[in-house]
């Protein structure tokens, strides 16, 4: 089956520093990743579309310049949460798609998860 | 804008029993709704994906089932067991599989 790894799985940070999470597809290509935030017993909201080779497409009240999204290659997306504050602290999980999968109709598959919690 | 439901928001029954799990949505213009299950502190893992067009699928002790213009879907579990015990996902997508999630339901199995 496919397997997206999310690293890292947990992370501590003190307020106003920068935390990067990677989002890797492991045996499949994926054009297309998604990123989500969930708070505790929330569901899951949808943050941005992340396109490899072009800008992420975030939603609505996302702050783009607070939630860097980078898609450097076909496997791989990172998520960067700058200065971050304690408000920030979340469940950040990321989902990709096989790039044969059908655009509309595809299922997703999700990472492990990271949990960012900030001082 | 698409809102789904998922009811009840926690259940608790005996191992051996059957139970369904409820999903409903607002918007009936879906191209699938996927069901996923959550262990605390983890990701998901996809357990059953209902295309528009389909009306259920199953695998193993999971049916699923969809009534698209009802906007409702439904998780039956079948003889449940401890190991069951997770939260419960439903979600739509709507085009370029942007997924809207239900809140989820948390079950537990006792022994």
């Known amino acids: 089956g496919a397997v997206v790894s999310q690293h890292p799985s947990w992370v501590i940070c003190k307020s106003g520093t920068s935390v990067k999470i990677e989002c890797r597809s492991l045996d499949f290509q994926a054009t297309t990743m998604f990123w989500y935030r969930q708070f505790p017993k929330q569901s899951l909201m949808l943050m941005a579309t992340?396109?490899?080779?072009?800008?992420?497409?975030?939603e609505q009240g996302v702050e783009k310049d607070k939630f860097l999204i980078n898609h450097a290659s076909l496997t791989l997306s990172t998520l960067t949460v700058t200065s971050a504050h304690p408000e920030d602290s979340s469940f950040y999980i990321c989902s990709a798609r096989r790039d044969l999968e059908p655009q509309n109709t595809g299922e997703l598959f999700f990472g492990e998860g990271s949990r960012l919690t900030v001082l | 804008k698409q809102e789904v439901t998922q009811i009840p928001a926690a259940l608790s029954v005996p191992e051996g029993e059957n139970l369904v799990l409820n999903c409903s949505f607002t918007d009936s213009a879906i191209y699938n709704l996927q069901w996923f299950r959550q262990d605390p502190g983890k990701g998901l893992t996809s357990l059953l994906l209902?295309?528009?067009?389909?009306r259920e699928q199953t695998s193993g002790r999971l049916n699923a089932s969809l009534d698209k213009s009802s906007g409702r879907s439904t998780l039956y579990i079948a003889a449940s067991q401890p190991g069951d015990s997770a939260t419960y996902l439903c979600?739509?997508?709507?085009?370029?599989?942007?997924?809207?999630f239900g809140q989820g339901t948390r079950l537990t199995i006792n022994p």
């Open positions: 209902i295309q528009s067009s389909q």
């Open positions: 992340s396109n490899e080779g072009s800008k992420a497409t975030y």
């Open positions: 979600a739509v997508s709507q085009g370029a599989q942007k997924l809207v």
